[in-house]
């Protein structure tokens, strides 16, 4: 496994655009992660999924921002009618949580840094 | 709910010294705790992680932390530091959220750690 990878890696799009990100996971772990980071900060939680349900979201994530995971795979955010705010590097993050049990460890993807000009 | 404050933003040190990175947490609950590093240009990466048992932890390279409940602190610490070192370094947190079920990560600032020759 080549761990968890992110497209694009880059996304430079104009105010008021829409853009959707990809993410896919280790391939046996069954909950995916959504941060934010912005420059001399550190990463901020969106959103998490268990399989394919939605199980927390931050207030941080407004009405403009939707995130799926379909099949229990892979996920993607979509971000609506883009503001220049919203520039930031989106992680994405893995874990294995079984049952009652797991190490709440999460493994991180490369990131996809959106510009918003 | 919880928050993790790292108390030094950068942190200068040369090559051989000791050096520690400070961080401490609040929550009310059970917490599993963790370092991440992010060396340039590189997504995180795991240091080490505290979730239960022994209250100091190694990672392979030579760094420790210890959690201190009392104190509410997981400090990072390394005996004698090299270039490779230098890095960003993030403090993490994780919630219980009911039961034994550990979620979202909440994150400090941030350290950056430059290891000068």
């Known amino acids: 496994d080549t761990g968890v990878s992110q497209d694009p890696r880059h996304k430079i799009t104009k105010r008021g655009q829409n853009v959707t990100f990809r993410c896919d996971p280790i391939s046996e772990h069954n909950r995916l992660y959504w941060y934010r980071q912005t420059l001399g900060q550190g990463p901020e939680f969106l959103t998490y999924?268990?399989?394919?349900?939605?199980?927390?979201k931050s207030r941080l994530l407004s009405d403009r921002f939707s995130a799926e995971r379909p099949k229990g795979s892979f996920s993607t955010l979509e971000i609506q009618r883009t503001e220049q705010g919203d520039s930031a590097m989106y992680l994405c993050?893995?874990?294995?949580?079984?049952?009652?049990?797991?190490?709440?460890?999460?493994?991180f993807g490369p990131g996809t840094r959106l510009t918003v000009t | 709910a919880q928050s993790v404050t790292q108390l030094d933003s950068q942190v200068p040190v040369f090559e051989e010294a000791p050096v520690e990175l400070r961080c401490n947490y609040s929550?009310?609950?059970?917490?599993?705790l963790f370092w991440y590093v992010q060396y340039p240009n590189q997504g995180l990466q795991l240091l080490l992680k505290?979730?239960?048992?022994?209250?100091l932890v190694e990672s392979i390279n030579g760094f420790e932390a210890e959690f201190n409940k009392s104190q509410t602190s997981f400090h990072l610490r390394k005996p004698s530091v090299h270039i490779s070192d230098t890095a960003e370094y993030f403090c993490?947190?994780?919630?219980?959220?009911?039961?034994?079920?550990?979620?979202?990560?909440?994150f400090g600032q941030g350290t950056i750690l430059t290891v000068h020759p």
């Open positions: 505290y979730l239960s048992g022994s209250t």
């Open positions: 993050a893995s874990s294995s949580w079984v049952g009652t049990s797991g190490s709440g460890e999460q493994y």
């Open positions: 929550s009310s609950v059970s917490v599993y």
């Open positions: 993490a947190v994780s919630e219980s959220a009911g039961g034994t079920s550990y979620g979202k990560l909440t």
């Open positions: 999924f268990q399989n394919e349900a939605q199980l927390e």
